[in-house]
């Protein structure tokens, strides 16, 4: 049997609840507590509490009822990240399919020549039709039964994931990808690489349930713009405006009002620990397209 060496020892929710009350935080219903417990994990429920206590000392009045809520806001917070960053990601296939197809055809995405690193090029091709054999897509059927399994860009697009669209959108070349970014999104073609690839990530966090809440750093950081700079770029706040940016001008009040009603909804919730300024609303629509 293998020793435990530093490991701490295994501990009761009966005993974990003794030693948060025993570090000040306030727990009127013990069952409640180890239900709460139960559903979170101990060092769950402690990161949620980091901006509540000093060292192991809870702050005067702090219950655990406060740190659920703010995994609750956190819980919130994931859905929008998700669900706001799939349609930045829906709609990131259908402008670089349409603009693709429209510069070099429907199976121009096969030829490498169309694209600035040739080692990528063949490594996403793997990637992509791996996906493509694997899928159950009835399009995908329908092009592999029906179609000889040729796969126009617009059918072939659907089976990559937003992290290997991205680097899709990376390899493609320079002029292509300076294009795609003035003509869909308005902005500098270095802006949109980086968002994607920061929406990828922000998506993954928000799929296997990280924590945006109180996260001190995240990778790889944002390119701001300039009028932007006041947010930390290493932030989940950076994180949440590549998303917005990304989006359709038609969904992005939809994920501002998101946010804000999330924040409504749990009030103890601080956007200073996401790195939003006070006036982030206002300064995230200023940047509307």
């Keep these: 049997m293998p020793t ?13 609840i003794a030693i948060l ?3 000040g935080l306030i727990i009127n219903d013990n069952e409640n507590a180890k239900a709460i417990l139960k559903k979170m994990n101990y060092y769950r429920l402690s990161a949620y509490s ?19 809520a703010l995994y609750d806001f956190d819980a919130d917070l994931r859905k929008i990240v998700f669900e706001f960053s799939a349609v930045a990601e829906t709609s990131a296939r259908a402008y670089i399919a349409y603009y693709h197809a429209q510069q070099y055809g429907p199976l121009g995405y096969l030829n490498n020549q169309n694209f600035e ?8 091709l793997k990637e992509l039709f791996t996906a493509i054999n694997r899928s159950s897509d009835i399009f995908v059927i329908h092009h592999k039964e029906e179609r000889g399994a040729i796969y126009p860009i617009w059918v072939a697009i659907e089976e990559t994931t937003f992290g290997s669209l991205s680097k899709f959108y990376k390899n493609m ?89 999330a924040f409504r909804r749990h009030p103890f919730a601080d956007e200073k620990y996401l790195g939003l300024p006070a006036n982030w609303f206002h300064l995230f629509e200023s940047m509307q397209s």
Excluded: W
């Excluded at 435990?4 to 974990?16: A, I, M, V």
């Excluded at 980091?50 to 659920?68: C, Q, S």
């Excluded at 690193?117 to 996403?124: P, R």
């Design 173 to 261: 070349l320079l002029s292509d990808r300076t294009s795609i970014a003035k003509e869909f999104y308005g902005l500098p073609r270095e802006y949109i690489e980086n968002f994607m690839q920061c929406a990828s990530v922000a998506r993954n966090i928000a799929a296997h349930g990280g924590r945006f809440y109180n996260r001190i750093k995240l990778s790889p950081a944002v390119k701001m713009p300039k009028k932007m700079q006041c947010i930390d770029k290493d932030r989940p706040a950076a994180y949440i405006y590549a998303i917005y940016a990304l989006l359709p001008d038609t969904e992005k009040y939809s994920m501002l009002h998101a946010l804000s009603r």
């Design 4 to 16: 435990t060496g530093n490991t701490k020892p295994f501990k009761s929710y009966e005993e974990q």
């Design 117 to 124: 690193d040739e080692l990528k090029h063949a490594a996403f």
């Design 50 to 68: 980091l901006t509540l206590r000093k060292n192991d000392v809870f702050y005067p009045g702090v219950t655990i009822e406060d740190i659920v």
């Design 21 to 23: 009350k025993s570090r």
